[in-house]
């Protein structure tokens, strides 16, 4: 696939993200060197990111749920 095709649909999936109206929020998780799979550290450390954004709302309880 051409470059141009990917840098056009992240363009848009950013686009998207910053629209994003439903819901209570975004959650950005830099994942980058995780791995949640087979590190049970990596998967705690998401799932405390996820526990502390749902507690200061910034994600849909019903959205994860």
Known sequence: ME???WDTLNKCYEKNYREYALG???LVIKVDGLDY???PEDREFMLNQIRQARKKGILNQAAGA
């Open 3 to 5: 470059w141009e095709y």
């Open 37 to 39: 799979v087979h590190r």
């Open 24 to 26: 209570g929020g975004i």
